[in-house]
């Protein structure tokens, strides 16, 4: 009996190391802590350790739209993205502009979708101790508006541009800092205003709090309902978004105000998800998503904008001008859990 016991043992251990060896090792690259762009990929990569599917290395605080490019070339594995940016690529314009039409959208092409998320809302907000008027105030002001280069950076311009009619350098300085830096740069009091992606309540909207009271302001009715604003709210990667004011204080507290014309806060979702090359494997594909969609509850409840980022919403953003399309491997778990994917949002890779 001891003996059966012994070589039991000896065989679990075997097959164990063997298992252990056999992990696939992955990397990844998402924004800083902070937000849903993070949490998503680091609650796969704890997932995907802890049930031995894969063991990835997660690189935050990154610029995604180096971090796409990196997966559409083979260099990463899984990136974060919103979706602008492949639309963007797909083109050669904007940030990938040095690629040309050509090989940006070979490029693009390479890349599939595996989970969605909201990375944040678009919104105008500044110190109470800086006296802004809101967004009729902008002209000559130093504004912090996202990272040195970016999907963020384009729709925060392109916001203040149709909402306040002002570009950057004419009439503006814009201020970039890569994201891990963003935080430091708003407390230090150096901006005077404002414009980035956020979640309610996010970790950077709690954070600079401590040094000071701040005012958000809603974008005005008529700006919202212009057609330069509808028609940018349907763009790849954007989607509109409105919140009852109360609700909306209510979640972020004492340290916040919020202006809006009536009882409504209006401004523009970014919408996107993680992705991966196309060639990456079916079954790990398919043990991967799976796995993220078994514990969607445990990644919602780690933060307290879990319920309101899309976790659970495959199709947010998919089709019309989107270049981007889910693995076929992750729209066979995303459907075999019973959400909905249209066709058009699945990559037909045979």
């Known amino acids: 009996m001891l003996k059966q016991l012994i070589v ?5 251990a075997t097959l164990l190391g063997t298992s252990a060896l056999a992990q696939v090792n992955l990397t ?9 762009t993070y949490l998503s990929p680091a609650h796969l990569t704890e997932i995907a350790g802890t049930q031995g599917i894969a063991n990835i290395q997660l690189a935050d605080g990154q610029t995604l739209t180096n971090s796409i490019q990196n997966v559409a070339e083979g260099k ?3 990136a974060g993205t919103p979706y602008i940016l492949p639309f963007l690529m797909s083109r050669g314009v904007g940030p990938y502009g040095s690629l040309g039409q050509e090989q940006g959208a070979e490029l693009a092409g390479n890349l599939r979708a595996i989970n969605p998320f909201t990375l944040g809302i678009f919104f105008l907000y500044a110190y109470d101790a800086k006296n802004l008027g809101g967004w009729d105030d902008l002209k000559g002001k130093k504004i912090y508006n996202g990272p040195p280069r970016g999907g963020a950076l384009t729709n925060a311009r392109s916001m203040i541009q149709i909402v306040a009619g002002l570009k950057e350098g004419d009439d503006y300085e814009g201020l970039q800092v890569n994201w891990g830096q963003g935080t430091t740069l708003v407390t230090s009091g150096e901006p005077d205003a404002v414009v980035l992606p956020e979640v309610f309540p996010g970790t950077r909207l709690t954070s600079i709090t401590a040094a000071g009271k701040m005012t958000g302001w809603s974008m005005p009715k008529s700006a919202y309902e212009s057609d330069a604003m509808q028609k940018y709210m349907v763009a790849p990667g954007s989607a509109p978004f409105t919140m009852p004011v109360a609700d909306l204080q209510a979640v972020m507290g004492d340290d916040w105000s919020f202006v809006s014309e009536d009882d409504t806060f209006r401004g523009f979702a970014t919408i996107g998800g993680n992705v ?10 398919y043990d991967l998503v799976s796995a993220y969609i078994a514990t969607l509850d445990d990644l919602k409840a780690k933060a307290p904008y879990g319920d309101t980022v899309s976790f659970d919403f495959p199709m947010q953003g998919m089709c019309g001008a989107n270049p981007v399309k889910y693995h076929p491997a992750a729209a066979r778990a995303w459907l075999e859990a019973g959400f909905e994917l249209d066709e058009c949002a699945i990559a037909n890779d045979g």
Do not use: N, Q, R, Y
Not at 8 to 12: H, I, N
Not at 280 to 285: E, Q, T, Y
């Open 276 to 285: 991966v090359h196309k060639d990456m494997d079916d079954g790990l594909v």
């Open 28 to 36: 990844a690259e998402t924004a800083s802590p902070g937000g849903a």
């Open 8 to 12: 039991g043992s000896v065989l679990s």
């Open 76 to 78: 990463t594995d899984i």
